[in-house]
């Protein structure tokens, strides 16, 4: 990393920038060090913490925090030592909940500088850290109708009836019909309080799809496919393009818009200029064990030891091939982990949105 162009750590619209240290990387879980202030380094006195509110109490401030219950090992640290570094330099004192009970980390100290100070730092190792977690969730678009469904099983009955001799087609590869979507991002939600914030903030985006769409319905037409590597005789994931009828951009807007709000409030993280959007129609995540044994108790796959398929034939057959063409449906719905029921909101729009556990399987809780 460049000294003089150092990567920024954005906390709650706050701008930090991130050191080079010896310990940057963790390769075990327990083994965690903090590399706090140099020697004879003071806090900053005019440190503030806009964020949380640090409440004035007889014995001096008080500020308590949400915390993931996962992430309490990395504040504490190996034996502790983490958070001991943490409260001799900001000379504060650090409540953490015990292993398995959930609460806020409550900082207290002398000063308010002092405990916003600390409340900062927390902050940065808690982003470090999440970032290393991998997603939980993923925002998307259902393509769910019933005409998208019938289309899409047109279009796998053609496919296994033609290139069934391809090698690694089967019918095993092929999304569920029920489960078909465009994924607009990716998060990583560790406890239900964030998964109510995803969807409190996924509602707050009512007002500007209204304003894109102009409360009108998108037409939506699903024709044609791609692959998303170079060799189309080694493929794993084949998807159909989707795209408005209407000549608008409008799609594409929304899910630019939606990454655009969901980075801004720290549940996403940027990773392209624009959404590409796709709905997954084959994956070799999806297959089956050839072997017939339950692998990882669901009889599928590791990402790491996935087959290709061969899709040439499959592209130079069904290349234009079109799926269905519709409207918009006219509600929302936000799904949380474990359950897509788990939050029970409907929310009623024009588009409908869901928040969904992840797994190669969609919707269904995680072995």
């Not at 963790?26 to 806090?43: C, H, L, R």
């Not at 401030?61 to 219950?69: K, N, R, Y």
């Not at 996935?306 to 063409?325: G, P, Q, S, Y």
Request: glycine letters at 6%; one cysteine or more.
């Amino acid at each position: 990393m460049d000294v003089l162009r150092p990567s920024l750590i954005n906390i709650h619209g706050r701008i930090y920038r991130k050191n080079i240290t010896k310990d940057e990387e963790y390769e075990e879980e327990e083994d965690i060090s903090y590399v706090g202030p140099t020697e004879n380094e003071e806090f900053d006195s005019e440190e503030s913490c806009d964020t949380h509110f640090i409440e004035q109490t007889d014995k001096g401030f008080q500020c308590a925090i949400d915390v993931p219950s996962v992430l309490y090992k990395y504040i504490i640290g190996k034996k502790g030592e983490t958070r001991k570094c943490l409260e001799t330099d900001t000379k504060t004192s650090i409540s953490i909940p015990k292993q398995g009970l959930e609460g806020p980390i409550v900082i207290t100290g002398s000063h308010q500088a002092a405990v916003s100070s600390a409340v900062t730092r927390i902050e940065i190792l808690i982003d470090n850290f999440r970032k290393k977690q991998p997603f939980t969730h993923f925002l998307s678009f259902p393509l769910n109708d019933p005409k998208i469904q019938d289309g899409f099983l047109s279009f796998k009955d053609g496919i296994l009836e033609q290139c069934s001799q391809d090698h690694g087609v089967d019918g095993s590869i092929f999304q569920n019909p029920a489960k078909l979507h465009l994924t607009v991002g990716t998060l990583t939600l560790l406890d239900d309080t964030e998964v109510r914030k995803a969807c409190q903030h996924l509602q707050e985006c009512r007002t500007f799809i209204s304003d894109i769409t102009g409360s009108k319905p998108l037409p939506l037409e699903i024709r044609g496919i791609e692959y998303m590597n170079d060799d189309p005789a080694m493929v794993d994931i084949l998807y159909a393009k989707v795209n408005i009828n209407d000549g608008s951009d409008n799609l594409q807007v929304i899910a630019d818009r939606l990454v655009e709000y969901f980075v801004s409030v720290g549940l996403m993280t940027k990773q392209w200029d624009r959404v590409k959007l796709h709905g997954t129609v084959m994956n070799t995540l999806f297959r089956k064990d050839s072997t017939g044994d339950e692998a990882n108790g669901q009889g599928r796959q590791a990402a790491n030891a996935r087959e290709a398929f061969d899709a040439r034939n499959i592209l130079k057959n069904m290349f234009v091939f079109f799926i269905a063409d519709i409207c918009s449906t006219s509600f929302w719905r936000v799904g949380a982990k474990h359950s897509v029921s788990l939050t029970k909101i409907l929310i009623r729009l024009h588009r409908l949105l869901r928040l969904c556990r992840k797994h190669p399987v969609l919707l269904r809780e995680k072995a």
